[in-house]
């Protein structure tokens, strides 16, 4: 297992760049979300660690090897794709072999590491199946059997969960966390479902427009957001926002809008400008009829635990 | 309003109607050949006989007749003779005639099949790099270079057989073959690169990059991962590389005359005595049409079969 650390990695498809200048720092055993709407950057940053694309210029370093320029295949990683990539025309133990062949392991420990990894992830009953014949469940383990099998330096994820059932991801995501707790690899998981990354990461890095906005853990993240657009992309319903023609010096401790008094957290940067923003979530407000801002409900969700009203 | 039937399903009257017009147009296409198989059971006499026998006494004579040389001999001479040791000698003796030799059939046969099979090969094998290629590279100026080796397609071969006649005589490649399977190689390439490059376009170029990552390299990836989804596709090419090349004829008849000559110069050059002989003609094409009927036999399992089975969600 291993450190990853990015330094100004940069990407460009031609005119367009996919990753501007990102520095990350993922930690041994850290289990690192990489978050954010589709088009950030966040799967080409990753495909990048991956060597499944070059980088234009920066460097990426798997423990302390430099590896940017090297071959997939010399980098001693192992990737889950979200489409799977089982091979459909070898059954689940030979998928699962498929990549300790190449490395020249004897016949005795492929067949000890193949079931050491089914037995872990409850596949060892369906060895013999064909690929075709499993659940989405039961492809997505045998994906991340045959990235285990290998104890590579790191673990890639690309939107594992994203083609499972909504019943099938809720239990996946629960199974891959125990599995991080019990095998402690390093796991970079990218992902655009903020649920998923909330629950699995130990920190998340946000994405947008080809540059990491936050990289902290999920309860800074979501409670002292860097950006106007981690805080609207974290949460659900997502933070209010009201527009403000003021500015904000870094002593101040209230915020007036519309005659109603709010205090607001310490100031880090004087936001001198006169159009700023006011974000609030939505579990932080309350009813009153004692001043406050007015709003006429138009929707209600009922959600079962909660309602949540849109005004 | 019968509402057990969805609307997507055709009416049995369609279905009906959709099997009669297959049924009639097997029974069309299946005349002649049948006609050519049944030819080549008959003796000279009732292949000929008019009006046309449909039952008939079925005789090897033709396939006899296909595989030897024969000379006519006076039946005093014949009488002088030891008996007949085989059941073919025998034959060919009550038709006052001895066997001298084989004929050159088996020889061309052997041509056909090396030819045909090593130039499907060549054209599968190369077409399934250059159509990777093409579908997984940023080769520069790919849409121009396709359309160039389509383009190659657009004019009958033959157009060319002057030029390529005399160039083979140059470089001693005429009537070997090697020159024919480069011929033919060259001929059915265009038709794999667009085939194959549609298959190959189909498969997710996440199987090779799971693969690379797994410690192969791209040309061990393309050989365990690719070519074995690949399967329909190079099915269906090389059934279509086999078809042209077992049955070409022009180029055949220019370029080979003795060594490297296949089967369809050949076979209209059976002649017998006193007229032509339709039971051995027949017994030849007969022959002819088993390896590409086999070969399309062994792999239409693969046409059958899906390229992805469903591993990959889309």
């Known amino acids: 297992m291993s450190k990853i650390k990015i330094v100004n990695l940069q990407k460009s498809f031609g005119d367009f760049t996919a990753v501007k200048n990102s520095n990350l720092t993922i930690n041994d055993k850290e289990f690192f979300v990489l978050l954010g709407p589709s088009g950030c950057g966040k799967t080409t940053t990753l495909r990048m660690i991956a060597g499944l694309e070059l980088p234009t210029s920066g460097e990426i370093y798997l423990g302390d090897e430099e590896v940017g320029m090297l071959r997939a295949s010399e980098r001693d990683i192992a990737f889950v794709f979200q489409l799977f990539a089982l091979y459909p025309h070898m059954n689940v133990k030979n998928n699962l072999s498929f990549p300790l062949k190449m490395q020249g392991y004897s016949r005795s420990e492929i067949k000890a590491r193949v079931e050491d990894a089914a037995k872990l992830l409850r596949i060892d009953h369906i060895l013999n199946s064909n690929i075709s014949s499993l659940s989405g469940g039961d492809r997505q383990r045998v994906a991340l059997g045959r990235a285990l099998v290998r104890r590579p330096k790191a673990f890639l994820m690309d939107e594992p969960l994203g083609t499972l059932d909504a019943e099938f991801r809720e239990l996946m995501c629960l199974e891959l966390k125990k599995l991080h707790i019990d095998i402690g690899a390093t796991t970079v998981y990218v992902t655009h479902d903020q649920l998923e990354a909330m629950s699995l990461a130990d920190r998340i890095a946000v994405m947008d427009g080809g540059e990491i906005l936050q990289a902290d853990e999920p309860s800074v993240i979501y409670n002292k957001p860097a950006t106007k657009f981690v805080a609207s992309f974290i949460g659900s319903p997502g933070m209010n926002f009201i527009s403000i023609d003021q500015g904000i010096s870094n002593e101040q401790s209230t915020l007036n809008i519309e005659g109603t008094d709010f205090s607001i957290p310490k100031q880090y940067e004087i936001s001198k400008g006169k159009k700023n923003s006011f974000g609030i979530r939505p579990e932080n407000l309350s009813l009153t009829n004692e001043g406050g801002l007015k709003g006429s409900v138009f929707g209600v969700e009922y959600l079962g635990s909660r309602k949540n009203c849109y005004c | ?314």
């Not at chain 2, 002819?288 to 969600?313: C, D, E, S």
């Open chain 2, 1 to 314: 309003m019968d509402t057990s039937r969805s609307y997507l399903e055709p009416s049995s009257f369609s279905k009906k109607l959709a099997a009669t017009i297959i049924i009639v147009y097997t029974v069309i296409t299946l005349i002649p050949i049948s006609w050519m198989v049944m030819t080549s059971f008959k003796n000279v006499n009732s292949a000929i006989s008019y009006p046309p026998e449909v039952l008939f006494e079925p005789s090897l004579e033709g396939y006899v007749n296909l595989f030897t040389n024969r000379s006519r001999q006076s039946q005093e001479y014949l009488d002088s003779l030891p008996a007949p040791e085989t059941w073919y000698e025998e034959l060919v003796r009550s038709r006052e005639m001895v066997i001298t030799g084989p004929s050159k059939f088996l020889g061309r046969y052997s041509n056909s099949m090396i030819i045909g099979f090593g130039s499907t090969f060549a054209s599968v094998f190369l077409g399934a790099l250059a159509a990777y290629a093409f579908s997984r590279f940023r080769v520069p100026l790919k849409d121009d270079l396709l359309f160039f080796i389509l383009s190659t397609r657009m004019f009958p071969p033959i157009a060319v057989a002057v030029p390529i006649f005399i160039m083979y005589r140059k470089l001693g490649l005429g009537d070997t073959h090697l020159g024919m399977i480069i011929l033919y190689t060259v001929v059915n390439l265009s038709l794999a690169v667009w085939l194959l490059k549609g298959f190959m376009d189909e498969i997710p170029k996440e199987y090779e990059e799971a693969a690379m990552i797994d410690g192969y390299s791209r040309l061990q990836a393309f050989f365990k991962v690719v070519l074995p989804q690949a399967m329909t596709g190079i099915a269906a090419t090389a059934i279509f590389c086999m078809i042209f090349s077992w049955n070409e004829y022009a180029f055949a008849v220019l370029l080979t005359q003795f060594n490297a000559q296949t089967a369809p110069p050949f076979i209209p050059t059976i002649i017998g005595e006193g007229g032509l002989d339709w039971p051995a003609i027949g017994a030849g094409t007969t022959l002819f049409l088993l390896p590409v009927m086999i070969f399309t036999i062994i792999l239409r399992k693969h046409l059958l079969r899906g390229i992805t089975f469903g591993a990959v969600r889309k």
